[in-house]
T-cell receptor
Framework: GAGVSQSPSNKVTEKGKDVELRCDPI?????LYWYRQRLGQGLEFLIY????????KSGLPSDRFSAERTGESVSTLTIQRTQQEDSAVYLC????????????FGAGTRLSVL | SQQGEEDPQALSIQEGENATMNCSYK?????LQWYRQNSGRGLVHLIL?????REKHSGRLRVTLDTSKKSSSLLITASRAADTASYFC???????????FGTGTSLTVIP
């Protein structure tokens, strides 16, 4: 596609439910990042995928958070047993290997946990 | 936290004026980047400056980097209303994997 696509754009859920967020990176981009952005704050690194290498999960805040990516395609971020503090915008970014420092961002998924 | 900090948190200027925002960070870096975020949107990459560079220009943007002070500045000249957005600096922490974003400067350009 022309850019990074994220879905859904908005998600409202009840506390305790599981949610799944999707990211379609730019075709050919081998690197993929997930970030969390709380209201009025900067971006918090969550996880990084690079090709078929083991992902860097060091930013995941708890074991309720997990992410998968198949090859160099779509990634899903799953939050189990959501809590109110999970409410935030979840941003996905992709980049080319070798130029991985320039990231292209999706518009994000705004998650609200009631 | 390795997160950087932007200063000021908010800036309001008249169209045509210059806007300067600063970023401080805590770790060694390979490069530092600036991004813009319009309300409700993702981030857009503006400019990247490597640790061995001191100044870089791109159109109306001028970025400086002082690795001894662990700081960078972004200057937007002849600002326009369309420059209204939040601006973030990001560093790679020397690893190239994780990126550490600052808390952002909210810029408002008044027409």
């Amino acid at each position: 596609g022309a850019g990074v696509s994220q879905s859904p754009s908005n998600k409202v859920t009840e506390k305790g439910k599981d949610v799944e967020l999707r990211c379609d990176p730019i075709s050919g981009h081998t690197a993929l990042y997930w970030y969390r952005q709380r209201l009025g704050q900067g971006l918090e690194f969550l996880i990084y995928f690079q090709g078929n290498s083991a992902p860097d999960k060091s930013g995941l805040p708890s074991d309720r958070f997990s992410a998968e990516r198949t090859g160099e395609s779509v990634s899903t971020l799953t939050i189990q047993r959501t809590q109110q503090e999970d409410s935030a915008v979840y941003l996905c970014a992709s980049s080319l290997m070798g130029a991985k420092n320039i990231q292209y961002f999706g518009a994000g998924t705004r998650l609200s946990v009631l | 936290s390795q997160q950087g900090e932007e200063d000021p948190q908010a800036l309001s200027i008249q169209e045509g004026e210059n806007a300067t925002m600063n970023c401080s960070y805590k770790t060694s870096i390979n490069n530092l980047q600036w991004y813009r975020q319009n309300s409700g949107r993702g981030l857009v990459h503006l400019i990247l400056i490597r640790s061995n560079e001191r100044e870089k220009h791109s159109g109306r943007l001028r970025v400086t980097l002082d690795t001894s002070k662990k700081s960078s500045s972004l200057l937007i000249t002849a600002s326009r209303a369309a420059d209204t957005a939040s601006y973030f600096c990001a560093t790679d922490g020397g690893t190239g994997n994780q990126f550490y974003f600052g808390t952002g400067t909210s810029l408002t350009v008044i027409p």
